[in-house]
């Protein structure tokens, strides 16, 4: 018999008064994944690491990678750092028509049903059903129905269901997929506007989501699934921009957190907490926002530190004609201007607003261009380049202060690599803080 899911159990502990959470690691980025897994090693913590639908989906997404190639991907880097996955935890986020809403919904749907069936075959457990965007077909003038919304994510849910049945058939321990539902969603990656304000979820609309959902998916005969229903997106009140935090305000949100508790096997799923301080999103966990998505931070600490070793590797080489160095801040920009469709709708204003953001906005735009293969390769030779040497402390001092600290401390290797993975680890361990019972 396959035991219970590792968030059910948090489910459960939540419903204790036990403020325990996990954090959601939403990134394709080996080093951030390497980052999380080696952090969990000392941690012994399970890591949730998850893959978006434009991301990673049957035609291969931004990433050239589908389902079953996103699981290698990730199984290889655990084998790498010897962490089992036993202790790693699959998700699929917004799985649904969010790739194709701008076709009619007969089309959308069906590729949205092969999206979530290969999610689940490959062995994904954490299935994130989002049905919350309007279709070709659908009214643009009008809300979304949350019926309508409902009734799609209740078709997909039945699809999942029918997938773990074949999937049981090869595993007979595979493990029952959980689901997260809702119909406030806030879109991936930030909002691409920088807004006045954000509005909290009304009770009523939750309360009315999870009835109409669940008067869906009984509507499919997925009574049982239902029971596997273990959260809801909901806006809390968080969100960010490209030079915007909206901080989380637990008074603003402590009506809807009230009404949570009227759930027993139900939690809340926070969407954008990237750049919270540690002490709210240990709030929010506290508050019953009990997973928390993070994805953009992680790739913007993650440049953070190549920004930081690409000037080490400038004041250490400049003089050195012999080195060829990376230049990797300008192959970044490079790369983002020959092919500017992931950023050119989030980003606005003058030239040097929209230069500046290219590099250091909140909304990491830059993440989409770490796979271009002159990125590949600037990265590379930076690496290459800062191993042929000991990086000199004060450098360390100067660029990178909290790994130099660690350094002093013999807590971290002065290798590039380490300290380029240390720069996401102080993104990690404010999601540490917060989703740990101390």
């Not at 690691?25 to 890591?47: D, F, H, P, Q, W």
């Not at 290698?72 to 962490?83: D, G, L, Y």
């Not at 002093?408 to 540490?432: M, T």
Request: net charge negative.
């Amino acid at each position: 018999m396959a035991s219970l899911h590792p968030l059910k159990d948090l489910v459960l502990k939540q419903k204790q008064g036990i403020p325990v959470g996990i954090y959601s690691a939403c990134s394709a980025n080996e080093y951030v994944i390497e980052a999380a897994m080696e952090r969990a090693l000392k941690t012994g913590e399970t890591v949730l690491i998850e893959a978006t639908a434009n991301q990673v989906n049957q035609f291969g997404g931004y990433t050239g990678m589908k389902p079953e190639d996103f699981k290698e991907f990730v199984f290889k880097i655990a084998q790498k750092v010897q962490f089992s996955t036993e202790n790693l935890i699959l998700g699929g986020d917004h799985l649904g028509p969010l790739t194709w809403k701008n076709e009619n919904s007969d089309t959308a749907m069906e590729k949205s049903c092969e999206l979530i069936r290969q999610y689940v075959l490959a062995g994904f457990t954490k299935i994130h059903i989002d049905t919350s965007m309007h279709l070709a077909d659908d009214n643009i003038n009008e809300k979304l129905d949350t019926g309508i919304i409902a009734e799609r994510g209740a078709a997909l849910c039945k699809v999942a269901e029918d997938a773990y049945a074949e999937l049981l058939k090869r595993d007979k321990n595979a493990l029952q997929p959980v689901y997260v539902v809702g119909s406030e969603v806030p879109i991936p990656g930030g909002s691409q506007e920088e807004e006045e304000g954000i509005q909290v979820t009304k009770v009523s609309d939750f309360e009315a989501t999870v009835e109409t959902f669940r008067q869906a998916f009984f509507k499919l005969g997925l009574q049982k699934a239902w029971e596997n229903v273990i959260a809801v997106v909901v806006q809390p009140g968080v969100e960010f921009g490209d030079e915007t935090i909206h901080e989380y305000n637990r008074e603003a949100a402590k009506e809807l957190c009230q009404a949570l508790k009227k759930y027993p096997t139900l939690v809340f799923e926070g969407h954008s907490t990237d750049y919270q301080t540690p002490t709210a999103l240990k709030e929010m966990v506290e508050d019953g926002i009990a997973i928390l998505k993070v994805g953009p931070a992680l790739t913007f600490a993650l440049r953070e530190g190549l920004f930081a070793l690409s000037m080490i590797e400038e004041e250490l080489f400049k003089y050195e004609p012999e080195i060829h160095l990376s230049n990797l801040i300008n192959v970044f920009d490079e790369a983002m201007l020959q092919n500017p469709d992931n950023w050119k709708k989030h980003y606005h204003g003058s030239g040097s607003k929209i230069r500046f953001a290219r590099r250091y906005s909140f909304s990491d735009r830059c993440r989409y261009y770490l796979p271009d293969v002159n990125v590949q390769k600037s990265v590379t030779r930076l690496l290459q380049n800062l191993k042929t040497v000991t990086i000199p402390l004060s450098l360390l001092s100067e660029y990178m202060p909290i790994q130099y600290r660690k350094v002093r401390n013999g807590e971290l290797s002065n290798d590039p690599e380490s300290l380029l993975k240390d720069r996401v680890v102080n993104c990690i361990d404010d999601y540490l803080y917060a989703t740990k019972v101390k």
